[in-house]
């Protein structure tokens, strides 16, 4: 491990990083974001994203994994006093926080299961919907229109991880993925509480791209007209519809379902 750098008060550094919580411009213009935690940091690893920081409470012992991912990683060891570890935490504790790079993903894959979630507003629907779609198969998630970071923190929290395992883009106009669906025969599988077709019914064993609507009016008037076909969960009780990341979740079952029978 090199030479750890020292911070013991709110200097630039210090207020930089703590900036990337909260601020998305400052984000996406540093091109980082802060991960804290054994699991996310491991995967960030694992999957090769760029470490740049790695920040550690000062004048504390390190555990075996904290020692191995400043050693591994070739990351700027931060020995930084507790309080602000803290604080960078989110008032949480933690023995690492790690400044990760944002990857730069600017192309759909080639794929037969990509899930796209519209404008959502909640980063933590972001999270827990990549978190679904790692756990169901999908290759990618693309986030459209006008919405909540996927590397706000609690996107990042939700996904416990799964944010790393997969590509998550984000698109401020759908044509882009039109054009890629058109190319790989892709069905556009829009849910809606009123859908015309179950989606047990319907089959999802094809090259698919779920669509999944905004928390609060679903799916955006574009969406729906450039869906092949609307699907819905059928439901009972006194719920009239699902959080749109449970909803993605149950329709990403039923895809995986599908698909390990056929």
Not at 20 to 32: S, V, Y
Not at 39 to 56: M, N, Q, S
Not at 121 to 128: A, V
Request: charged content about 20%; cysteine-free.
């Amino acid at each position: 491990m090199s030479r750890a750098v020292r911070v013991s008060t709110r200097n630039a550094s210090f207020q930089q990083w703590q900036a990337l919580l909260t601020n998305r411009t400052k984000r996406h213009r540093a091109g980082e974001f802060l991960v804290h935690g054994v699991r996310p940091i491991t995967l960030a690893v694992e999957y090769g994203w760029e470490i740049r920081d790695l920040i550690y409470p000062d004048r504390q012992s390190l555990s075996a994994w904290a020692r191995d991912m400043l050693d591994r990683t070739g990351a700027r060891p931060v020995a930084m006093d507790p309080a602000l570890v803290a604080e960078l935490a989110d008032k949480e504790s933690a023995e690492l926080i790690a400044v990760v790079g944002l990857p730069s993903f600017s192309d759909l894959p080639e794929a037969d299961l990509v899930v796209v979630f519209d404008r959502p507003s909640t980063p933590g629907n972001i999270g827990t919907l990549i978190r679904s779609a790692d756990a169901f198969g999908a290759a990618a998630v693309v986030v459209t229109g006008h919405a909540a970071d996927p590397y706000d923190p609690k996107a990042v929290r939700a996904s416990t991880g799964s944010l790393f395992a997969l590509p998550v883009l984000q698109l401020d106009r759908h044509d882009r993925l039109l054009d890629w669906a058109a190319k790989g025969g892709v069905q556009l599988v829009g849910t809606d509480e009123h859908g015309a077709v179950d989606v047990a019914d319907h089959d999802l064993t094809g090259p698919t791209a779920l669509l999944i609507g905004n928390e609060t009016s679903g799916l955006s008037a574009a969406w729906r007209e450039a869906a092949d076909v609307l699907v819905r969960i059928p439901i009972t009780g006194a719920a009239s519809s699902l959080n749109a990341a449970t909803a993605a979740t149950v329709i990403l079952y039923e895809t995986s379902r599908q698909r390990s029978r056929g």
